[in-house]
């Protein structure tokens, strides 16, 4: 039997950071992963204004790094336009990507629309429990704006009774070439989605379709295979607990603190290059999202 050498890419250097921009949303999606602590709307006391202090350590930043903007709902918070364009014209960040529920007016994502946003990566959450016409027309029209990038990250339902109508916004996507990825809703604490096999079976081609890039993973017998996230979900291939791992991903709380997503080890004011590549051991039972599949890891 072979087995799985290293995995990932070790010319892959780029630094994330997942800003956790707000703790707080205007929806409560049943499956949401942060309902425990999520507020229902911005206040000053929930999210203090910290953002300038991490501006100020991201400037600092002396290798190429991507920032996600995450929530909550980062629409929420009142400086999003000034830290977006203060970010996205750092000399190292790469790009700047905006999850969202898209509950703004159209008006509001329209002033991406200029050059300044080339960079932005705009990135509308699909919530099957708010999947309105509005927010179909919302993703037809910024589709059709020149900047920023746009695409859908879409959660496949696991209720029947939402099945229908995520294939008529499937196609809906396909006929006005919207980028679109389909994921599967994840378990938390408080919540386990229940696919069924007849559920699986309407989304899978669609799954495949739309599959990020492909991992590379290297065996023992000197064969390399490239996987998607499904393949690697389904074999089961996402494990690497006590492997040394590049974990070049870096969470920024609410509050300003930010830490290595992976080992929880809070980083010092200075981001030094030397701080931010340092090969860890993987603590964790399994790598939480897909970015994480492409950072080098390799067995003790
Ligand atoms: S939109 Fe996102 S953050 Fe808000 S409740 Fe839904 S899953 Fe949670
Ligand atoms: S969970 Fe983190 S440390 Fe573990 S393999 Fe995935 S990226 Fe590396």
Not at 26 to 35: E, L
Not at 123 to 145: G, L, M, N, R, W
Request: proline content about 6%; aromatic content about 14%.
């Amino acid at each position: 039997m072979k087995n799985i050498v290293s995995c990932g890419d070790k010319e892959y250097q780029l630094i994330t950071f997942d800003w956790e921009f707000v703790d707080s949303c205007n929806y409560a999606c049943s499956y949401c992963a942060a309902a425990d602590w999520m507020k229902p709307k911005f206040t000053k006391s929930s999210s203090p204004a910290k953002h300038k202090i991490v501006l100020a350590r991201l400037s600092q930043v002396r290798t190429p790094f991507a920032l996600e903007l995450q929530g909550g709902e980062p629409t929420l918070h009142p400086h999003l336009f000034d830290v977006v364009s203060e970010a996205i014209q750092m000399e190292f960040c790469k790009t700047v990507d905006i999850t969202t529920n898209l509950s703004r007016p159209l008006s509001f994502y329209k002033r991406f629309d200029v050059p300044l946003y080339k960079g932005l990566e705009l990135t509308a959450s699909y919530h099957p429990e708010y999947a309105t016409d509005a927010y179909v027309e919302k993703c037809v029209a910024i589709s059709q704006f020149q900047f920023p990038k746009f695409s859908i990250n879409f959660n496949v339902p696991d209720k029947k009774e939402h099945w229908d109508r995520a294939l008529e916004v499937i196609e809906i996507f396909r006929e006005h070439n919207i980028k679109h990825t389909l994921n599967l809703i994840f378990a938390t604490d408080f919540y386990t989605p229940e696919y069924t096999k007849e559920g699986l079976a309407l989304f899978e081609p669609y799954i495949q379709e739309t599959a990020l890039d492909e991992v590379p993973f290297h065996f023992s017998d000197g064969s390399t295979e490239l996987l998607t996230e499904p393949e690697i979900l389904r074999q089961k291939l996402d494990r690497f607990k006590g492997w040394k791992c590049a974990a070049l991903m870096f969470t920024i709380q609410p509050n300003g603190t930010i830490y290595n997503t992976c080992t929880g080890e809070e980083m010092p004011m200075g981001l030094t290059n030397e701080r931010l590549f340092r090969t860890v051991t993987c603590p964790m039972h399994h790598c939480p999202c897909d970015t994480m599949y492409y950072f080098y890891k390799e067995p003790q």
